[in-house]
């Protein structure tokens, strides 16, 4: 069985990710924060479980109270409860995440051309996309939704281009 392509499971999930976002700007955010919520609330649940499930008789010290774990629980119920407080903080990370995919494509681009020769046109794309990141970063709060839109059309097109890149210039064996 073959092993699946690291490329392939990032442009699927770009552009998954960027025609949700373009269809339903509004509510993917929102989703989007209390999914986090919930990834920060599961582990503090497990870990107050395992403190007050745990066999006293056999621990010669008792354990602290894991502060960790109600921490964990109060940030993710923050999350949940107050979704939109997060958004804007969320505009920098996805307009970091932008500029990260840009650059990491270039130097994609840039190695590729060690094995096999590539054309000024496939650079477009990943400058555009490093381009998007910046302007997102400049203004994050100019409209969230729009943002949210002009960030899903830069995932489709970057999961495009990661596809089209991972299938012109992989190397032959």
């Known amino acids: ?20 976002l373009v269809l ?8 989007l924060v209390i999914t986090i919520g919930i ?7 497990i ?9 006293t008789k056999q621990e ?34 996805l307009g970091a995440l932008l500029v990260i995919a840009g650059i990491q494509q270039l130097v994609a681009l840039i190695s590729a051309r060690k094995w096999s020769y590539v054309p000024w046109g496939f650079y ?3 400058i555009l996309i490093l381009i998007t990141g910046v302007m997102i970063l400049a203004y994050p709060f100019g409209a969230a939704a729009n943002t949210f ?14 596809l089209i890149n991972w299938y012109k210039f992989r190397r032959r064996d």
Request: glycine share 8%; hydrophobic share 60%; aromatic share 18%.
């Open 1 to 20: 069985m073959k092993k699946i392509n690291n490329a392939l499971l990032r442009s699927a999930f770009a552009m998954i990710l960027g025609f949700v």
């Open 39 to 45: 990834f920060f609330i599961i582990p503090g649940i």
């Open 60 to 93: 010669e010290l008792a354990p602290m109270f894991p502060l960790e774990g109600a921490g964990s629980i109060l940030f993710g119920a923050w999350l949940v409860i107050m979704p939109t407080f997060f958004v804007n903080i969320l505009m920098y990370i």
């Open 149 to 162: 839109i002009v960030f899903g059309i830069a995932s489709i097109f970057y999961g495009a281009s990661e």
């Open 47 to 55: 870990s107050l479980l395992a403190y007050f499930t745990r066999d």
């Open 124 to 126: 477009i794309m990943p």
């Open 24 to 31: 339903w700007p509004e509510a993917a955010v929102t989703y």
